[in-house]
T-cell receptor, first 116, second 113 residues
Framework: GAGVSQSPSNKVTEKGKDVELRCDPI?????LYWYRQSLGQGLEFLIY????????KSGLPSDRFSAERTGGSVSTLTIQRTQQEDSAVYLC??????????????FGPGTRLTVL | DAKTTQPNSMESNEEEPVHLPCNHS???????IHWYRQLPSQGPEYVIH???SNVNNRMASLAIAEDRKSSTLILHRATLRDAAVYYC??????????????FGKGTLLTVNP
């Protein structure tokens, strides 16, 4: 079946520009997550959506980062006024639920963002 | 969050078993131990998880020490496709922000043909 998809797969932008990254979760999955993986670093949690509950934004590194999830499905991560330190692979994941420990997270292939 | 320690890298030969260790001495009594792996240029994928008893699935086996301070992921016959970074992740069984997966540096497994 279809997995988590992300677009674009690669994005090159200039410093100061805004970018939007898209995530299509697995159909029926109520939980959606964004993570970031910088070069040589581990994965860093950014934000979490679960159904109609308020998202957990505690991992967003600055107010230049925002995300929304429309209709409980597709999500968009927006980075305003991009900086070179924003260069990373942005990974989206989804799961059927979230807090039950058996709910494995299914990851997309990621979007590689390069800020020049 | 419980701290984990894994070897930076390990090497194996194809068709041989691989034992990937993880130390999680500060794990709490209700934390499950999850393993994910990340193949080159892909997102992580779930491998296995357990609490106290050893666990088996089609991908691997998980052996958990009796004191739960360490665990070992076992790939019974490594293939070239198993070359990846393997992450050991303690995860609370419920409540709070247990939905956050905290990835460390993991172990880079190289499989030689």
């Amino acid at each position: 079946g279809a997995g988590v998809s992300q677009s674009p797969s690669n994005k090159v932008t200039e410093k100061g520009k805004d970018v939007e990254l898209r995530c299509d979760p697995i159909s029926g999955h109520t939980a959606l997550y964004w993570y970031r993986q910088s070069l040589g670093q581990g994965l860093e949690f950014l934000i979490y959506f679960q159904g109609n509950s308020a998202p957990d934004k505690s991992g967003l590194p600055s107010d230049r980062f925002s995300a929304e999830r429309t209709g409980g499905s597709v999500s968009t991560l927006t980075i305003q006024r991009t900086q070179q330190e924003d260069s990373a692979v942005y990974l989206c994941a989804s799961s059927q639920g979230s807090t039950e420990t058996y709910n494995e997270q299914f990851f997309g292939p990621g979007t590689r963002l390069t800020v020049l | 969050d419980a701290k984990t320690t894994q070897p930076n890298s390990m090497e194996s030969n194809e068709e041989e078993p691989v034992h990937l260790p993880c130390n999680h001495s500060t794990i709490s009594g209700t934390d499950y131990i999850h393993w994910y792996r990340q193949l080159p240029s892909q997102g992580p994928e779930y491998v296995i998880h357990g609490l106290t008893s050893n666990v088996n699935n089609r991908m691997a086996s998980l052996a958990i020490a009796e004191d739960r301070k360490s665990s070992t992921l076992i790939l019974h016959r490594a293939t070239l496709r198993d070359a990846a970074v393997y992450y050991c992740i303690p995860r609370p069984d419920s409540g709070g922000s247990n939905y956050k997966l905290t990835f460390g540096k993991g172990t880079l497994l190289t499989v030689n043909p």
